[in-house]
C-alpha cells in the first residue's frame, strides 16, 4: 500500500516486532477448518446436542398436546436441528465459531427444505421434521467413530486455506 495508510501499517507492524508481539492475521486466510479427532470435545459436545435436539424437538412437535412446548421445540429445531449433522465433522478451532457455524447452516437448510416443500406444493409443518433423520444418523456416527478417513494419505479434503 501506498500513502499514509501503508505507512501507518508498516509502523505498527515494526513496532510489534520490536516488542516481540506475534500477531495471527485475523482475515480469512488464518481461517483453518480441519477434521474433528474423536477425542475433541467441541465437536462431540455439537453431536451431542445435536443428536438430543433431533430426537427430542420432533418428539416435542407431534405428540406435545398444546402449543406451550411446541414453539420452543420448533425453534430449538430450526435453530439446531440439521448444522450439527456437518459440524460434529467439522472443527473451526474456536467454540462461538462452531455453535455459529451450527445454527447459520440449520436455518440455511430449514429455510432450503421449506421453500423446496413450498415449491412443490407439499408443504406441511410436519414434513421438515424429517431433516432430524440425517442429523441423528450423522451425529450418532460421529459419537461412534474413532477417527474420520481420509481419501489419500496426507490430504486433507476440509481446511480451506484461503488467502
Not at 38 to 53: C, F, M, N, Q, S
Request: aromatic share 6%; charged share 15%.
Amino acid at each position: 500500500m501506498t500513502g499514509a495508510a501503508g505507512g501507518l501499517d508498516g509502523a505498527r507492524e515494526r513496532a510489534r516486532k520490536r516488542r516481540g508481539v506475534s500477531v495471527v492475521d485475523a482475515t480469512m486466510s488464518a481461517m483453518h477448518v480441519r477434521w474433528s479427532r474423536a477425542g475433541e470435545p467441541r465437536t462431540a459436545t455439537i453431536a451431542v446436542v445435536g443428536l438430543a435436539v433431533a430426537v427430542v424437538a420432533p418428539i416435542l412437535i407431534l405428540a406435545a398436546p398444546g402449543r406451550g412446548a411446541t414453539l420452543p421445540a420448533a425453534l430449538a429445531f430450526a435453530a439446531l436441528g440439521f448444522g450439527p449433522a456437518v459440524t460434529a465433522w467439522l472443527d473451526t478451532g474456536d467454540a462461538f465459531a462452531q455453535l455459529a457455524l451450527t445454527v447459520v447452516i440449520s436455518l440455511a437448510c430449514y429455510a432450503l427444505a421449506a421453500a423446496v416443500l413450498i415449491w412443490a406444493h407439499a408443504w406441511h409443518p410436519n414434513l421438515i421434521l424429517l431433516l432430524a433423520i440425517p442429523s441423528v444418523l450423522s451425529c450418532l456416527r460421529r459419537l461412534g467413530s474413532r477417527r474420520p478417513r481420509r481419501s489419500a494419505a496426507g490430504f486433507d479434503p476440509l481446511t480451506f486455506d484461503v488467502d
